[in-house]
């Protein structure tokens, strides 16, 4: 396969926590585990842009404090596509422990129901999430100051945008 042959596809990720212990997570219908919030940079869009929107439309959080840039990397799923996957590390104040969204805005998965809960970063294993999601989970310990393992994942910028 020829580098004309590839495709890209840009996402991001996120990885909502709240009181610097708990991550949210979801199950949907189709998954093929766990997942955190995450979705597709549309043409034209900002990856930080795309997160925003992605998670509101995902879960219904939608007031974010101080969000902050992990890591980016390129995963190749097993058709040989190829994702840009942006992971963001995002502090919420929700006082749900457990609900389900009906998803929001376009796409295919518009009106599927997932089901959120928090779960204890320093109980999330190191293979616990379907397509490799939970990849920089350990680098939540350096912005969360929690004690999962590993090694800090690429710079960490602060971001204190809300979009309340």
């Known amino acids: 396969m020829s580098d004309t042959d590839v495709t890209y596809v840009e996402k991001a990720c996120a990885y909502v926590t709240r009181g610097g ?47 902050r840039h992990l890591a980016t990397d390129v995963w190749v799923r097993r058709d040989d596509k190829r994702y840009v996957r942006h992971f963001y590390h995002v502090p919420v104040h929700e006082p749900r422990d457990a609900w389900t969204h009906v998803v929001t805005g376009e796409g295919a998965e518009v009106g599927a129901e997932f089901d959120f809960s928090w779960v204890d970063l320093s109980t999330v294993p190191d293979t616990a999430f379907a397509l490799d999601l939970d990849d920089y989970v350990h680098a939540l310990a350096a912005v969360t100051g929690g004690k999962r393992g590993g090694p800090a994942a690429a710079a960490v910028a602060d971001d204190s945008l809300s979009s309340s």
Do not use: C, M, N, W
């Open 21 to 67: 212990s708990e991550l949210l997570t979801f199950e949907g219908p189709g998954h093929d585990g766990r997942q955190i919030p995450k979705g597709t940079v549309e043409t034209g869009e900002e990856p930080r842009a795309a997160l925003y929107r992605e998670v509101i439309e995902e879960s219904g959080v939608a007031t974010f404090h101080g969000v």
